[in-house]
């Protein structure tokens, strides 16, 4: 039996269930020192002067760190860039005086206990000396401006350039439809809190346990930022409680839990609390518009799509809003445009699906307005536009199904059961609306390496730094090593989330499971090689085997009517491992000629009550075209959550900026909105077949983020089915809904 | 948070006179936590031997303060008796708050105002004098009724809402005695003392909240709205109460909550609809008496509408309490 296509459960989920699976925060370390964070009660300005003299007093309070007395060399900005980090320059905690967000770390207060360092953090006063501020996107828009290029540039390209003569083709075009969409800021909340154990070895060696998505990121950032000998840093991160890009990024519990450590010579541990989580990396606010034109059979001939966001004072975060629409849609005149305004908050970061989640709201709630003017079906419009062909790239894809996602999920929820009009289907006291949408997402690839070895007792483990932040990354890796060789799941064990392990890039962008499958896959055919030479030597039956017609299964090499099982090929091995590591990357030629996305259909039935206006998801389905599915389960499981999270965007989720006081006021889970269960109800996803032969090794294309892009807009698309009314702010409120 | 002494009491004399006294700990933990209090000393009031039943009384039924909200709701005598109570507690925080939060905890429980649990932002009801952050600021969830310039918080509590509704008697114990206080009288409007939120003093100590005997069991209905399902605290919610006879209102109740700095019951109201027949015009009309001077501010003056609707919606649900759905969510 092959392992991939196998709905496996969590290898480790027994552990996470029983509590036994370790966070960063839940190593027992003797000795251990705890820091508690001092956050800036102002959005900018400088501090002028912190008074500890009270803190010190608390007993097993042992120093508080701020930037006066923070241990330094010379740093330069640049050693604090990150592989995640935009144009800018990185911020530096307790660099200075200077503040420039609310909830800045001004200092560090260590003691021998958690609760004394908190006692502690809560006696230190600050003198500020404030300044004026902005906050707020919608007064600032004057400001906006192109972002400057850097690295990040590189995965987030600008927009495609404009094509025809839009503007033009729009006045002539037989129906338009326009719209503004405003996006509230997101924070991630992953369930797990921010925390750093750093160990502190002796020698100037450290081992770090840190809620991460990319351990190697960490292990690169801690050597440059202290001058540390990168072998003398290991990042350890086995289990990570969710992270949803707030992890991509080193955040500053990491640099201040390291730079205590070294100072103090002593293990320290530092972890942010709940509000602490809302002053970094954010999903930034949008307000964006488009302009769509149609023919009167439905063609778009005209797509413009702008969007300004905010980004911090010291660095150009981008995401990418505007780019979707022409990948989706083959219209010939096209206008797009991004901006950036600068504002006084830390920078935004990715959040999963970004730009996406934002943009597809606008494209697909315009053309589901478009629909209603031309009195076509929702669903019926996008296969009038469907094509196969990247119009941005002007390149094939090198495999599209969401043409059987659409048929499919249509079918399947009952679509066609849909009255055309707005408010004419009805539940009681309930205004039943259906909404679909389409989504799209990047099928990326990156380098990186993967080891192979097969031990002395004859069983597979497989290498990677990689990090498992929830996703299930260890069980399919498990899944995909297994199929190599034809074994069985027990027989392999994959090691992952250390720094000491062969290179992985971050986890994220839906791109772990095709760059870590590819590497397992191409360190296990170096492996094979290298098992088929070593049985040479021994076994007269291989020597003329080639690589090709071997077969592995169930722990042997089979060649023919022969068979040589991994014992004795270790035994000829004089009883010693035989391991093999190796580089797996995209086919960049290959891939040259082809674009690549995940597709997805999504469809939503809501109620809403006719005279109150509160809303219910009632049911919904999430259809993906997503290349070779390795884990129905696990891929499942991702979709649903980015199907929750739909619910969430739509209709709760918001971070409220008060621009008067400069912050984020709504920072806990009490006021920070996500759907409970009771929010939830029927949620199904379907997987449509998409073979796909160019992509990569095994066809992988990546499920996580593709299940949070097309549900938002349907969710709006079904409000507006049931009730004739067009909310382009996410969240949407009930009370907007309310009779009049 | 600070570092305090914690200590357990066995009697209600070991605590009258004295603070703080922690009980779920549901709400003074995280304002502990927050900064937003500081206490020296931690008097579990838990471990007292009584107040912690439901039990029947003459007139009526006693709630121990000490009886957690759970265990009341969940409670036989007040599932049959009482429904409209029971509803109204499940309608509020989650199973595992209700398991902790004590029934006098859920009564003085503090506001849930962002910038009241925000120790930076300025707030009269936290630091009198320094200013209401929310009157211009964010103020979705503020109040519409009894407000005042210094103040525009509202009284959270799901619980005291039914109790309003209920014409509950709260019985209190100091170093001088006891006392008993109607329900209408115990919490405040905010006035020039926005930090007093109830005429509780320091230092007393609720022992139980008596119900008399009309519960409205055949009668009655709880209706919250909020942003989402569950595990949030009403943006407007209604306790309604009937005694009919045939189609005639007999004898109603109606508070509002989320609304105000109290629960919002107002008697002139009732009296209006007494004798007059239960339907959506005389409800509707009702509900423009009890929203009378209602104002709202930049985010939240949808609460006029939406409360005057849930009114009228939710003395419907109560001709047919059958109607009703889990959450208090309104009827399908
Ligand atoms: C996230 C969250 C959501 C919530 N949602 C809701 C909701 O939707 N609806 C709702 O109604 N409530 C909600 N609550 C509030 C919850 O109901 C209250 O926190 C709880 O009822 C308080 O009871 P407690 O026993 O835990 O009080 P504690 O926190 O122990 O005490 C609260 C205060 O009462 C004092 N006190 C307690 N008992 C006595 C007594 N017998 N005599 C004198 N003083 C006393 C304490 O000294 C303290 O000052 C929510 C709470 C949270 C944290
Ligand atoms: S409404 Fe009341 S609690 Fe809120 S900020 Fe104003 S004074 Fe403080």
Redesign the pocket.
């Known amino acids: 039996m092959t392992q991939i296509g196998q709905p496996i459960s969590r290898l480790e989920g027994k552990l996470k269930v029983t509590g036994a699976a370790k966070y960063s925060g839940e190593y027992k370390v003797p000795n251990l020192l705890y820091g508690y964070v001092v956050s800036s009660a102002i959005t900018k300005g400088k501090i002028i002067k912190i008074h500890t003299e009270s803190a010190e007093k608390i007993k097993g309070v042992v120093k508080i760190f701020t930037h006066l007395n923070r241990p330094g060399k010379a740093w330069f900005d640049m050693q604090y860039a990150d592989m995640d980090a935009p144009p800018g320059a990185s911020f530096r905690p307790l660099h200075n005086d200077e503040i420039k967000f609310n909830g800045q770390p001004i200092a560090l207060v260590v003691a021998e206990t958690f609760e004394a360092a908190r006692e502690g953090a809560s006696m230190i006063k600050v003198d500020y000396q404030e300044t004026k501020f902005q906050t707020d996107l919608h007064s600032n828009l004057a400001a906006a401006r192109d972002a400057k290029k850097g690295m990040a540039t590189l995965l987030k390209p600008p927009p495609p350039k404009p094509t025809g003569d839009f503007e033009k083709a729009y006045a002539e075009s037989d129906f338009k439809a326009s719209g503004e969409f405003i996006h509230s800021t997101e924070h991630h909340n992953p369930m797990e809190l921010f925390t750093t154990t750093t160990l502190y070895d002796g020698k100037g060696k450290l081992t770090i346990y840190d809620k991460t998505q990319g351990t190697i990121n960490c292990q690169l950032y801690v050597g440059n930022v202290f001058g540390l000998h990168f072998k003398n840093v290991r990042v350890v991160s086995p289990f990570v409680g969710g992270a949803f890009g707030s992890g991509l990024r080193p955040q500053y519990q990491l640099f201040l839990s390291v730079m205590a450590a070294l100072d103090l010579k002593r293990h320290v541990r530092v972890t942010l609390d709940r509000s602490q989580m809302f002053s970094f990396g954010h999903r930034p606010q949008t307000i964006q518009h488009t302009r769509f034109g149609a023919t009167q059979e439905g063609k778009i001939t005209a797509l413009n799509h702008t969007s300004v966001a905010e980004t911090s004072q010291f660095e150009d975060y981008t995401e990418n809003v505007t780019n979707w629409s022409s990948m989706m849609y083959p219209a010939d005149n096209t206008l797009f445009e991004q901006k950036l305004v600068s504002l006084d908050v830390n920078s935004p970061m990715d959040m999963r699906a970004p730009g996406g989640s934002t943009g597809l709201h606008a494209i697909e709630a315009t053309m589901d307005e478009i629909s209603y003017k031309l009195n076509i079906d929702p669903l019926e419009l996008r296969l009038i536009n469907y094509s196969t062909f990247n119009n941005a790239e002007k390149k094939p894809y090198s495999s599209k199904e969401l043409k059987a996602c659409y048929l499919q999920g249509a079918e399947k929820f009952g679509w066609y059961k849909r009255s055309p009009q707005p408010r004419s289907m009805s539940r009681g006291q309930k205004l039943v609306g259906y909404g679909m949408a389409t989504g799209i997402w990047d099928a990326m690839q990156l380098p990186a390496r993967a080891e192979a070895i097969i031990t002395k007792d004859g069983k597979l483990h497989v290498k990677s730094a990689v990090t498992d932040i929830g996703v299930g990354t260890l069980t399919v890796m498990t899944q995909i090593a297994a199929d190599e060789f034809g074994l069985n799941m027990e027989d392999v064990l994959f090691f992952y989330g250390d720094s000491k392990l062969p290179f992985a890039p971050i986890q994220g962008g839906s791109f772990t499971t095709a760059t870590v499958g590819t590497a397992i896959v191409f360190a296990s055919k170096a492996l094979k090689k290298k098992l088929l030479k070593i049985a040479k030597t021994s076994n007269e039956a291989f020597k003329k085997a080639e690589i090709e017609e071997v077969t592995f299964k169930n722990g042997m090499m089979i060649y023919k009517d022969c068979s040589i099982s991994f014992l004795e090929i270790i035994n000829t091995n004089k009883d010693k491992p035989i391991r093999t590591t190796n580089f797996g990357y995209p086919h960049a030629l290959k891939l040259r000629k082809y674009a690549r996305a995940v597709h997805s259909a999504s469809f939503v039935e809501v109620e809403v009550d006719q005279e109150l206006g509160t809303i219910k998801v009632t049911r919904a389905l999430t259809a993906v075209a997503a290349g070779r599915i390795i884990n129905p389960k696990t891929a499942r499981s991702q979709v649903l959550g980015g199907m929750v999270w739909s619910i969430s965007k739509a209709l709760m989720e918001e971070t409220i900026m008060d621009a008067q006081l400069g912050k984020y006021i709504n920072q806990s889970f009490a006021e920070y909105h996500i759907p409970v269960h009771a929010d939830i109800n029927e949620l199904d996803v379907l997987f449509v077949q998409e073979d796909d032969k160019i992509i990569n090794e095994l066809g992988i294309k990546g499920v996580g983020e593709v299940g949070l892009v097309a549900m938002p807009p349907a969710i709006a698309n079904a409000i507006y089915h049931a009730t004739g009314k067009r909310i382009n702010r996410f969240p949407i409120h009930f009370d907007e809904l309310m009779e009049s | 948070m600070n570092n305090f002494d914690y200590q357990k009491a066995a009697t209600v004399s070991d605590v009258v006179g004295k603070s703080t006294f922690v009980a779920g700990g549901t709400n003074l933990i995280d304002l502990l936590k927050y900064n937003l209090t500081n206490a020296a000393t931690l008097i579990d009031i838990n471990t007292i031997g009584e107040h912690h039943d439901i039990l029947e009384i003459e007139d009526g039924v006693r709630l121990g303060a000490l009886a957690t909200n759970a265990d009341t709701a969940y409670h036989p005598i007040i599932e049959q008796r009482y429904p409209l109570l029971s509803r109204a507690i499940l309608a509020g925080a989650s199973a595992q708050i209700r398991n902790m939060a004590t029934n006098g905890g859920n009564l003085l429980q503090r506001?849930r105002?962002?910038?009241?649990y925000d120790p930076h932002?300025?707030?009269?009801?936290?630091l009198p004098g320094s200013?209401?952050?929310?009157?211009n600021?964010y103020?979705r969830n503020?109040?519409i009724l009894g407000t005042s310039e210094?103040?525009?918080?509202v009284f959270p509590s799901d619980m005291s809402i039914a109790l309003s509704a209920l014409d509950a008697i709260i019985n209190i114990k100091s170093e001088d005695g006891e006392r008993s206080v109607d329900f209408a009288d115990f919490h405040r409007l905010?006035g020039d003392t926005?930090p007093i939120d109830n005429n509780l003093k320091p230092g007393e100590f609720i022992t139980s909240i008596d119900l008399p005997l009309k519960g409205f069991a055949k009668n009655y209905s709880y209706l919250k709205l909020r942003d989402r399902a569950s595990y949030a605290f009403a943006l407007v919610s209604v306790a309604t109460g009937l005694e009919l006879d045939g189609d005639t209102i007999r004898d109603v109740r109606i508070t509002l909550g989320g609304v105000s700095h109290k629960p919002w019951r107002v008697k002139d109201a009732e009296h209006y609809l007494i004798g007059k027949k239960a339907d959506r015009e005389n409800f509707s009309a009702a509900a423009d008496i009890i929203l009378q001077g209602a104002v709202g501010f930049a985010h939240n003056t949808f609460k006029i509408k939406l409360a005057k609707k849930a009114i009228v919606r939710n003395c419907m649900m109560a001709l047919d309490p059958s109607t009703q759905l889990p959450g208090a969510q309104p009827s399908a």
Not at chain 2, 113 to 116: E, Q
């Open positions: 506001t105002c962002y910038y009241f932002a300025p707030c009269n009801k936290r200013g209401c952050s929310a009157i600021g103020n503020m109040a210094n103040c525009i918080a905010p926005p």
